[in-house]
């Protein structure tokens, strides 16, 4: 359970941005929706633990993150939230298989080889494993950085703009796998876009 409350954020020289407060059940599967500007990216950042709000509360499974020291939140960040961006970024010196290693062990957890492979295959990417990450296409890549977001059983998987960059069949694609792989991990969903395409496929919406 996710639950935000009287967010307020101030970048420098603009008008402050405000939050309605928003109660997220486990499993659910939410849309964050606003036009351009209107603070999407920057509310994940800071559900994510990314970005300290000026005012307000975080509270996942009843922890306030930003109470926590920045060791602590870094850990639990990476054991809580799966990040998807609109661009994956992959370290390219480490093939598919040890990038998503390195997301249970940045989180101090051990390394689970065969769920790596697992979630590799489920995601269409059984052969891709020792790959680097030059070698694959957009859309293989999206699916590979939603594959390293589920590996540590997030309580919630966030994914900011994550088909912008796909072709139809590959947004098709990942936004099925998205609320699919979601559920089969029990964690909830929150897919920030602009994108019409997916909009009619999360049945709950939180608009700025
Ligand atoms: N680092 C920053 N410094 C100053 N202002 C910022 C910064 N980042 C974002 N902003 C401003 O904060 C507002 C919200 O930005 P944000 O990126 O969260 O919006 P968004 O809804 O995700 O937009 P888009 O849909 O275009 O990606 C915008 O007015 C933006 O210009």
Do not use: C
């Not at 405000?18 to 499993?27: L, N, S, Y």
């Not at 598919?96 to 101090?108: E, K, L, M, R, T």
């Amino acid at each position: 359970m996710i639950k935000i409350q009287s967010l307020v954020h101030q970048y420098p020289n603009v008008p402050a941005l405000r939050f309605p407060d928003w109660e997220i059940k486990d499993r659910e599967q939410w849309l964050l929706l606003g036009s351009s500007g209107s603070g999407k990216s920057t509310l994940l950042n800071i559900i994510a633990g990314l970005l300290k709000p000026k005012g307000g509360n975080v509270i996942v499974d009843g922890t306030s993150v930003y109470d926590l020291s920045l060791k602590a939140m870094d850990q639990f960040r990476g054991q809580k939230i799966g990040i998807i961006f609109q661009r994956p970024h992959f370290i390219k010196s480490l093939n598919i298989y040890d990038n998503i290693a390195v997301a249970s062990s940045f989180a101090g957890l051990p390394v689970d080889g065969k769920r790596i492979l697992m979630l590799l295959d489920n995601l269409g990417l059984a052969g891709k494993a020792k790959s680097y990450a030059e070698e694959l296409s957009q859309g293989q890549l999206q699916r590979a950085s939603i594959a390293r977001a589920l590996i540590n059983r997030p309580s919630v998987l966030i994914a900011d703009e994550p088909t912008s960059s796909l072709d139809d069949e590959n947004a098709e694609n990942v936004i099925s796998l998205l609320t699919t792989q979601a559920a089969s991990s029990d964690a909830s969903l929150i897919v920030a876009t602009h994108d019409k395409r997916v909009r009619n496929r999360l049945s709950k919406e939180y608009l700025l």
